[in-house]
């Protein structure tokens, strides 16, 4: 009787060897995952950027967008004669009014990168918007963001 | 009889299985341990980079920036002039060091690039945009810009300012 065992609890070891790798992969892909996050969302030179663009396109004045949810600024709806210069320079795909407290949206409007990147950011701020950049550098997308509002001016 | 044979051959699958899954494991264990350091290593480094380029910008806006010179000798040294002071920016293969502060690379294979690119961009009439770029190789290849040294700042040409136009790297 014993001896017709091997084979079963071989392939039980087995199964249980090969289920403690795969959540040692899980682990560690999520690990690589959140590293991914830390460079490409918000980080410090993309950062100071946004502050940039804040401060020259006179964004933290930009009170009378009325939007509760997201939408995209151009450069045609602000009339600074080097925004396209700017964006151009700082490699700035798109720019985005956020509203704070941003909970439904229509999501099929925008990107899955753009969707994962609003899905980071806190909600928890006096300021009521918040302006995101999205940038493209060597065709990998990067996103900043920086809050536009009474309590910045 | 027929019986102990099974159990032989039922054995030798089992130590040929076990053993193929071990090996696996070790590889496994051995490359997600190497992935390890090197994740520890970059973040250290991300860690800095985020570290300099934060008391670099803070300086270019509470000193205010007025102008800059680059150096390139043994290592490369960029200066940046403020209201009242200057500092420098101290570019060494595996380290840089700006006002006495040294941050190390640790990533395997990384060094710094000692010929950086710095552009001069008028934006209108009256303000002006610089962009420096201090990139990190990988085994002498810049790979991933994300890991470079991005440093931009946005001035006003009314104010006193001395800038080189552009930067050739001899």
Known sequence: MKKGFALLETLIVITFLIVSLLLLYGTFSNMLSNSKKNILYDNASNIYKAYYVKEYLNLGSLQDIETNDIREITCNEINISGCDTLLNELEIKKLYIANINLKEYDKEKYTSSLNNYLDTLSNNSNNKYRLILEFNNQDILAFASIEIGDIYE | ?170
């Open chain 2, 1 to 170: 009889m027929n019986k102990k044979g099974v159990t032989i051959l039922e054995l030798l699958i089992s130590i040929t299985l076990i053993s193929i899954v071990i090996l696996l494991l070790i590889k496994v264990i051995f490359s997600l341990d190497k992935i390890n350091n090197d994740k520890t290593y970059a973040s250290n480094d991300e860690i800095s980079r985020t570290e300099l380029i934060k008391n670099i910008e803070s300086d270019f806006l509470k000193l205010k920036l007025e102008g800059l010179e680059i150096r390139k000798e043994e290592n490369t040294t960029i200066k940046f002039y403020y209201e009242n002071a200057y500092k420098e920016l101290k570019i060494a293969k595996n380290k840089i060091t700006y006002n006495n502060e040294t941050k190390t690379l640790e990533s395997s294979g990384a060094t710094y690039d000692l010929c950086p690119s710095y552009e001069y961009i008028s934006l209108d009439d009256n303000y002006y945009l610089i962009k420096i770029n201090i990139p990190v190789l990988i085994n002498n290849e810049n790979t991933r810009v994300e890991d470079d040294i991005n440093l931009t700042y946005i001035g006003l040409k009314k104010e006193n300012n001395n800038y080189p136009l552009n930067y050739v790297c001899p």
